[in-house]
């Protein structure tokens, strides 16, 4: 069987062990409640469910807090999460999509993203100061949904303003990224094809 470029050899069934699948998010307030107080839920009956279930509802919103993640759950499944995609087996990838697909799971999981280019870079670093200055000078065009457009449209024209000087400055940035990130593409490739 002839490849094309790019695409990966996948054999009909393929095992995979609990390490080949990402972390899972903290659990959410409710989840974490339910779980907590699972001791009420015996046999598998809805009756604890619905009791716990109204138990969530009369809780004030400064007791639902006390279920909340915390920052440093988050902060560790980004990072196990960012660990996971740096390392997955392109097969194993496949896979989980596969059975994601049959589960009727449309989003795909995927690698680490694509560098952003010179715009998204100075968009990221301009977004907050455009912001403020807007909300100083004009808080209604923040409102509702115009908000999003109305910093877009400044930080675009703020883009088309900015000298060629400083626009390289963006354009190396981007650049550096780029050749990082395809650094690390290859050497992955790399250790997929001695691992073969």
Known sequence: MVLAPGQIATPAKVKLDKSAFPPKKPLSTFAKFITLHSDMVIGGSKAPFSALRERWGTLSD??????????????????????????????TLKELN??????????????????PNSYALFYSAMYPKVFVELQDSDPSSLEGRGRVTAVSLAVAEAW?????????????????????????????????????
């Open 62 to 91: 400064a007791e639902k807090k006390k279920y909340s993640s915390t920052k440093q759950e988050w902060d560790e499944y980004y990072a196990a999460a960012e660990e996971w995609r740096d390392n997955v087996d392109p097969v």
């Open 160 to 196: 088309k303003n900015t000298p060629d000087s400083e626009k390289q400055i963006w354009k190396q940035k981007a650049e550096a990224l780029r050749e990082e990130y395809n650094k690390k593409l290859k050497e992955k490739a790399d250790g997929h094809a001695t691992a073969d």
């Open 98 to 115: 596969r059975r994601r697909k049959a589960r009727g799971i449309s989003t795909k999981l995927k690698t680490n993203k694509r560098p």
